[in-house]
Nanobody, 127 residues
Framework: QVHLVESGGGLVQAGGSLRLSCAAS????????MGWFRQAPGTEREFVAA????????SYADSVSGRFTISRDKGKNTVYLQMNSLKPEDTAVYYC????????????????????WGQGTQVTVSS
């Protein structure tokens, strides 16, 4: 079983940067596809980015492509989300999530595929 804890959220001005971290515990983390999702008040949880278990494949939502970068450090059991050029519309609670098994391209962007979630970290971007 994998347990996830996010950190790194906060308040930043538009155009600024933040790096979110997701620390994982559990022996199967290295085999997990990891993703970041976000949810703003009154909206559904939406896909942000995902990375394959090897780290060799990544996927991004169109709204963050070119601004956000997902990465993972297996030695530290940690997944990161580097967020640059932040916009007020990026304001949300950001969640780290993971799932084991095969299938990246067709599964990684669907929240329903993930069976392990962190508690979330708030990101607020002021204009």
């Amino acid at each position: 079983q994998v347990h996830l804890v996010e950190s790194g959220g906060g308040l930043v001005q538009a155009g600024g940067s933040l790096r979110l971290s997701c620390a994982a515990s559990g022996r199967t983390f290295s085999n997990y596809v990891m993703g970041w999702f976000r949810q703003a008040p009154g909206t559904e949880r939406e896909f942000v980015a995902a990375i394959s278990w090897s780290g060799g494949r990544t996927s991004y939502a169109d709204s963050v492509s070119g601004r956000f970068t997902i990465s993972r450090d297996k030695g530290k059991n940690t997944v990161y989300l580097q967020m640059n050029s932040l916009k007020p519309e990026d304001t949300a609670v950001y969640y780290c999530a993971g799932y084991g098994g095969v299938g990246f391209s067709v599964r990684a962007f669907r929240a329903s595929e993930y069976d392990t979630w962190g508690q979330g970290t708030q990101v607020t971007v002021s204009s």
